[in-house]
């Protein structure tokens, strides 16, 4: 049996792995969710913590964040193993310091005044809480439904409401 913890980490471990997810604000009219790429400090690659985006002032989601709004991931795996839509606050976060922490060639491609560029924006998001959903389908799988199993049984050991703050 797979618990809600065991199913947390599952998900920090594909996120850091994969990277990209889709960001948007809540309650934005003209707002939609886009790519980005996230980023975990390394403290924080296992247990959680916030997850950070590097994107340019011009953009439509710089514009309607704001200092601070509410906010929405939606996750995939590339295998499509791991679903998540976490909830969480996203804010703008300048600071250089960690700017210069999570700062890799891929980054500095978008930025030609690299760490310096006046359109660098650093977003901080801090996960609330999120619906993790396990789809580790198999072979294994139909047969237990051959076998008789439930297979709705098997489906609520698999999705985890997780409360993010506690970390």
Partial sequence: MTTEAEIEAKFWKALKGDRVAMLGLVGVEEGHSQPMSAQL????????GPIWFFTSKDTDLARQLGESHRAQIHFASKGHELFAGVH???????????????????????FEGGKDDPKLLLLRFDPERAQIWLNENSVFAGIRIL??????????????DVNLRQH
Wanted: proline share 2%.
């Fill in 88 to 110: 969480g606050t996203l804010s703008a976060f300048n600071d250089r310091a960690t700017i210069d922490r999570l700062w890799n060639k891929w980054v500095a491609a978008w």
């Fill in 41 to 48: 400090l390394e403290e924080h690659q296992e247990h959680g």
């Fill in 147 to 160: 076998l008789g199993h439930d297979p709705k049984q098997d489906y609520q050991r698999k999705v985890a």
